[in-house]
Every structure is written in structure tokens, then in C-alpha cells.
């Protein structure tokens, strides 16, 4: 494994060695951190949470969805899959590309420029065609994350928004960005908190001991900070 440069060893300095911090002293570490790599791209900020849960159990796989208050950063470009009078609803909302089975079979030469789609349950017959291209990737319309729906309008308008998912994997982690390191330490932690009282609310009944073992709070390219899961783990 390649040794750490330099900036990055000067941002791991900032921490204190075996403290947990909690989420506006970790945000405060984080800020200082990104301030001595000084990298020249806009760093997404990320947070990592260690379950307690089997995720081979389906009754112990934690998912589900959350709008952050205020967005990731970036516009998402949004796909809907759909027809009729759910095109011209989809085009209203702000989709930026709409359309049928002309777009099922964009997917399938392999057309990717788009980071959500969206579709209507009568498009699910095609839909379901493009599980092996939308799958891997974490695009595959899904009724539980409410990107299967005839309310076109409203799964546009969130995913927009800063609509995200949260998914644990199967090591029981989850792992998800909540925005830039542009973003002013009131955003990110309202963004943060949106997220972890999101995945506390969301703990399976069926889920014994501690629930959440770990929390990591870092920069795309920066050292992470461990924040105090106690603060979580109820």
C-alpha cells in the first residue's frame, strides 16, 4: 500500500489519536483538515455508520430514503420512465430526460448520463428489462424508495431536492455523501443529523445488541474523523 503524501499526513495530525468527537467537533476537524490538503476539486463529505444488523436477513436490512434539507451540492439529472399524460407531468417537474421505451432501449446500448431514474409501475414490464445495466449502480426504480410511483411530479421535485438512499451493504455498512466541503458547518450538520436519525428511526425490531458500532465522518480524499456513536445507539 502507498504511503500517505504529506498534506494528508498533516490533516491526520489535526486528530487526536483514540478520541471520538461529537458531530459539530468532528465537522470543526473535518473543516480544519480540508484546509491543510487544500485539494482543488470540491471534496464530497461523507458519512459511514457500522450496523449491528445482518443484512442476510431480510427482515435486519436497514434502507430507505431521505430528502437532506439542503442538497448534495449538485443538480441530479433525472430520468423518468413513463408515457401518456405522465410525460408532459414529468417535463413540468424539471426532469431532464423524459420518455418510454425509446429511453429502455437507450439504457440497453448502454446510455448512463443520468444519476436517478424514475418510472411509473406501467413502464415496470420494460423497467425490469434493465436490472443487470441500473442495478450494479444503484439506479434500478424500487417502490420502497419511491422511485417507482405515479406521482411523477413529487419524485421529481425530492430527487432534485436532495433526495438520497441509504442502503446497508452486506457488511452492515452504510455509506452515504451529505454534501460538500464548500458547505458551511451549519449544513453539514443538518445534513448529517437528517441522515442519522434517519438510520436510528429505521432499526429493525429484530436487531440484537449494539446497534450503532461506529461512526466515520470524512472528505473524499482527507482522513477520517470517528465521531461518539453512543450519541446514536439507542
Known amino acids: 500500500m502507498a504511503a500517505h503524501g504529506k498534506k494528508y499526513r498533516n490533516a491526520l495530525a489535526k486528530i487526536e489519536e483514540g ?36 443484512p442476510r436477513k431480510a427482515d435486519q436490512l436497514v434502507r430507505g430514503t431521505i430528502v437532506l434539507p439542503h442538497g448534495l451540492g449538485k443538480s441530479k439529472r433525472v430520468l423518468v420512465i413513463t408515457q401518456g399524460d405522465k410525460v408532459r407531468e414529468a417535463e413540468e417537474a424539471g426532469a431532464d430526460f423524459v420518455g418510454g421505451e425509446d429511453m429502455v432501449a437507450r439504457i440497453k446500448e448502454g446510455w448512463l448520463d443520468y444519476d436517478a431514474v ?7 414490464r420494460l423497467v425490469g428489462q434493465l436490472g443487470k445495466v441500473l442495478g450494479p449502480r444503484g439506479l434500478m426504480p424500487n417502490p420502497k424508495t419511491g422511485t417507482v410511483t405515479t406521482d411523477v411530479r413529487a419524485a421529481v421535485a425530492e430527487t432534485k431536492a436532495g433526495k438520497v438512499e441509504y442502503r446497508v451493504d452486506k457488511t452492515g455498512v452504510i455509506h452515504v455523501g451529505i454534501g460538500k466541503v464548500s458547505f458551511d458547518e451549519t449544513r453539514l450538520r443538518e445534513n448529517a443529523q437528517t441522515l442519522l436519525d434517519a438510520v436510528v428511526r429505521a432499526k429493525p425490531a429484530t436487531a440484537k445488541g449494539k ?3 461506529k461512526v466515520n465522518l470524512a472528505a473524499t480524499m482527507s482522513p477520517g474523523v470517528l465521531l461518539d456513536e453512543t450519541a446514536y445507539a439507542k
Open 118 to 124: 424514475i418510472a411509473t409501475p406501467d413502464m415496470m
Open 211 to 213: 446497534y450503532v458500532k
Open 19 to 54: 478520541r471520538k468527537y461529537t458531530l459539530d467537533e468532528g465537522l470543526a476537524k473535518l473543516k480544519e483538515m480540508v484546509a491543510v490538503t487544500a485539494r482543488k476539486f470540491d471534496e464530497t463529505v461523507e458519512l459511514t455508520m457500522w450496523l449491528g444488523v445482518d
